[in-house]
């Protein structure tokens, strides 16, 4: 069944709870739209976003990757994938040769457990990593050499441990207005804590700043978050895979906008999860069930469905996306690969 064949981690549960006749009209509605042929998209005006294939990133260490879930670029334009399961973050080149790899699966440190995002901190290219089943961020130098890790607090009742699916790293705000004086100097990392519906916040250290979120259906409410973003303007962009959607909020966490809506037609997300900004603050967001990813303008219109010489182009369950330097870099889960483009011109 799809919905088996999607169950990977995507947002703690899956939709075992649907009847079968929703579940069947809503494939045959995902067939339909997305699967039908470029002339039969024209009927619903879809919209693409070109983008032209440069390679394919499939094995390192002579090793296939198994499932994968994120990946990013170093400051020295090297690409770091998190072959999460198989518990390695493998290194290439900006070309796609490759270089090393390290970690393994356990539970000791520089090990993991079903690690599933990952980023670059900004400043000195150290390499942090959501370790979801070890409840924890681990630390790594540019060439993998393991630095710290810093263990998540669980919920306040102190039953449910942290549930990190991905973490953002954010130097602190500089002024050039010389009347404004920035008190709060941290490097902060915003950990995406899964199952538990909310936003952790520490430094980049691994000391405890503060907790934001809690579980539910209106504006500034998480319903399993998978993924985060920051913009220059230090807003946040948090794709919500139970609440279809990509919540907006401002650098006080409050509501701003939401981004998409559930559905299967374009603008519409049945399972959102990777997520990526370009300079001009447009989102791309992967859905893992629809197998596309779409892009979004800041004030959330949609600006078209990523496709290859005017056709659409279907993912093997896409989910971690990044962007840099007018590449834009696919995580296929299912398709074990990570698949390079480069980006063209767009609205």
């Known amino acids: 069944m799809l919905i088996q064949r999607r169950r990977y981690r995507q947002s703690g549960q899956y939709s075992r709870g649907k009847s079968a006749k929703r579940l069947a009209a809503l494939t045959a509605a995902v067939l339909i739209f997305w699967a039908a042929p470029l002339g039969s998209l024209r009927v619903y005006a879809l919209e693409l976003v070109n ?47 490759y270089l090393f790899q390290f970690g393994q699966r356990g539970s000791d440190k520089g090990e993991f457990w079903d690690a599933l995002g990952l980023d670059v901190h900004p400043g000195n290219g150290n390499i942090y990593v959501a370790d979801s089943k070890n ?26 441990p942290a549930d990190p699916t991905d973490v953002t790293i954010v130097l602190p705000k500089v002024s050039t207005d010389i009347f404004i004086t920035i008190t709060d100097k941290r490097t902060k990392c915003f950990i995406v804590d899964n199952n538990n519906h909310r936003i952790l916040i520490y430094d980049e250290n691994g000391v405890y700043i503060k907790t934001y979120g809690f579980m539910g259906f209106e504006k500034e409410q998480l319903r399993f978050p998978y993924a985060i973003q920051i913009d220059k303007d230090r807003n946040f962009f948090i794709s919500e895979v139970s609440n279809t959607r990509v919540q907006v909020l401002d650098e006080d966490f409050d509501y701003i906008r939401d981004v998409g809506t559930w559905g299967v037609r374009k603008g519409q997300f049945y399972r959102p999860q990777g997520l990526a900004l370009d300079p001009k603050r447009n989102s791309f967001v992967s859905d893992s069930y629809i197998d596309v990813v779409q892009a979004f303008n800041f004030e959330g219109d949609f600006l078209g469905a990523v496709g290859v010489n005017n056709k659409l182009k279907k993912f093997a369950s896409p989910v971690g996306l990044y962007i840099k330097d007018k590449r834009l870099y696919v995580v296929e889960m299912w398709g074990n690969k990570v698949s390079v483009f480069q980006m063209k011109d767009y609205p």
């Open 51 to 97: 983008v032209k294939p440069l390679f394919q990133l499939k094995s390192g260490g002579g090793r296939a990757f198994h499932l994968p879930s994120d990946v990013t670029v170093g400051l020295d334009d090297r690409i770091y994938v998190l072959d999460g399961v198989v518990g390695r973050v493998v290194v290439f080149s900006k070309r796609g040769k």
């Open 135 to 160: 409840h924890s961020i681990q630390v790594f130098s540019p060439e993998g050499k393991f630095l710290f890790l810093f263990k998540l607090i669980p919920t306040e009742e102190g039953k449910k």
